[in-house]
């Protein structure tokens, strides 16, 4: 990182990401409880009910997991956008990814 890492660094206003692991269906409920964070749910979560009130409550994004690679960029953007405005203004929940969300081993 060099000597001077932290010349590029700024203040901001309040964390803009937290990235943890999903081991069970409780994660969202006690991340809820404990932090108040949006999160990046699968699009088909627009069509449940009651789930898709409270991600939109939370001001979450929704993502397009199987979407082409100009949707991905697009979300990526949406992302980036959200996480400064975040940091720059303090004015949304923190977003909560969980990294492993759209991964799976096949079986």
Not at 37 to 48: E, G, L, S, T, V
Not at 60 to 80: A, E
Request: hydrophobic fraction near 35%; proline fraction near 5%.
């Amino acid at each position: 990182m060099g000597p001077n890492y932290k010349d590029g660094y700024r203040d901001i206003k309040k964390t803009s990401t937290i990235v943890c692991n999903h081991i069970s269906w409780l994660d969202c409920i006690i991340m809820i409880l404990k932090q108040k964070p949006a999160f990046a749910p699968d699009a088909a979560f627009r069509k449940i009910p009651i789930f898709n009130t409270t991600i939109e409550c939370l001001d979450s994004i929704y993502i397009h997991r199987s979407g082409d690679q100009s949707q991905r960029d697009n979300i990526v953007k949406t992302f980036v956008d959200r996480q400064e405005l975040i940091e720059e203004t303090g004015r949304y929940a923190p977003l909560n990814i969980f990294a492993e969300g759209g991964t799976s081993n096949g079986t």
